[in-house]
């Protein structure tokens, strides 16, 4: 259950005095998710969802809410934050950074085929240039400073089969990242985390998936675009099982992306180099949420091994289909 923090009745309509929605119709708690306390608040002005940060502090929201604001504005379908009566786009409540976006329509895909990774790549290459004009700039805090910044405490719990692994990899990505080709790589505010979780679709059987639009913008950051579309392949065109990438896929959402910002030179060149810094990206923060110890362990953390097998498979098997330019 992710309501980490209960919120009451009469509270909840001292805090929506604030805005200018309405009269409350509907207020329940969102059982998934494991950062934040979520809620779905319909109100006479519509269909919304409430969110109290359980972990970012007032001073860190501004980044993510603007962009989502922008994205929306430029008609990307993300959350769009409400602003309150006094033109904020978060206050407090319960003594916590809380925010009140729109609903997005639809459900979870999470075996999704080529259809839904076609509107994916349309969608992250929409993203992607929409954010060009962006004001605000952050990096993305998930990066390769974070990484070497916690590797040395990672060492200790690590086969020396995975250690090795980790250092060479460090180093390739070090060395990638300090490259001209790599200076070069077009980049701006990227989602960093979209995995078929964080994409909503709307699906009947008469037509073809739809997607309601992406969410969860709290790991976004300025990055290279092609790291945002490396996540989005290494979770979206993959079995599974192996983390090897399935080639129907991961076609569907190269053609969508690049029909929409075809891929620069030095991009194609970079492409399996990129998916592998997009898989260590997500094995080192998985094994640091599993070993770092926890206050509350109110959820079990994601398996790192699910990273490391992904991370091998793409040194092994660098991807057949290239990204042409
Ligand atoms: N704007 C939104 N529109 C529709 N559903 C949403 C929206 N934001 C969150 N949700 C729902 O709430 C759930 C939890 O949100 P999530 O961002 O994953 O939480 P957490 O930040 O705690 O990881 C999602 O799986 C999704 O079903
Ligand atoms: N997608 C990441 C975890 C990020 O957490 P989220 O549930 O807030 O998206 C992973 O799978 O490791």
């Given at each position: ?6 919120i ?5 309509r ?6 200018s929605?309405g009269?409350v119709?509907s ?18 002005a ?6 109290i940060?359980?972990k970012?502090?007032a ?15 430029h ?7 409400i602003?309150r009566?006094?033109g904020?786009?978060?206050g407090?409540?319960?003594?916590k950074?809380a925010?009140?976006v729109?609903?997005?329509a639809?459900?979870a ?10 509107e994916?790549?349309t969608m ?18 998930r ?8 590797a040395?405490?990672?060492?200790t719990?690590?086969?020396?089969a995975?250690r ?18 790599y200076?070069?790589?077009?980049g701006?505010p990227?989602?960093?985390?979209l995995?078929r979780?964080?994409?909503?679709f ?5 037509a ?9 913008y709290?790991?976004a950051g300025n990055?290279?675009?092609l790291?945002?579309?490396a ?20 076609d569907?959402?190269?053609r ?16 399996p180099t990129?998916l ?6 997500f094995?080192?923060s998985?094994?640091?949420d ?8 109110l959820?079990?953390p994601?398996?790192?091994?699910h ?5 091998r ?8 289909r290239p990204?042409?330019?």
């Open positions: 259950m992710a309501v980490f923090t209960a009451g009745d009469a509270e909840l001292r805090w929506l005095a604030d805005y929605l009269d119709l207020f329940e708690g969102i059982a998934s998710g494991i950062e934040n306390s979520n809620f779905f608040l319909t109100t006479t519509g269909a919304y969802v409430l969110t940060f359980e970012l502090a001073h860190e929201l501004p980044y993510y809410l603007e962009l989502m604001r922008h994205l929306a504005s008609r990307v379908p993300v959350p769009d934050p602003p009566r006094d904020a786009l978060f407090l409540l319960a003594g950074p925010s009140i729109t609903r997005l639809g459900r895909q999470l075996a999704p085929d080529a259809r839904h990774c076609t994916v790549g992250l290459a929409r993203a992607h240039l929409a954010g060009r004009d962006f004001a605000l700039a952050q990096p993305n805090l990066s390769l400073d974070w990484w070497l910044s916690v040395p405490a990672l060492h719990h690590l086969s020396p995975e090795r692994l980790l250092d060479a990899e460090l180093a390739t990505q070090q060395a990638f990242f300090a490259s001209a080709d200076a070069r790589l077009p701006g990227c989602h960093c985390d995995f979780d964080n994409a909503l709307v699906e009947d059987d008469h073809p998936p739809r997607l309601g639009g992406f969410f969860d709290y790991f990055d290279k675009w790291f945002d579309l996540v989005t392949a290494n979770d979206w065109c993959i079995d599974l099982a192996n983390g090897a990438l399935d080639a129907v896929r991961l569907a959402l190269l969508a992306y690049q029909a929409v910002r075809p891929a620069t030179t030095d991009e194609a060149r970079h492409w990129m592998r810094a997009a898989a260590l990206r094995w080192v998985r094994l640091y599993f070993h770092r110890p926890r206050a509350a362990a959820l079990t994601h398996d790192p091994g990273f490391e097998r992904i991370l498979e793409r040194i092994a098997h660098p991807p057949t990204l042409t330019a």
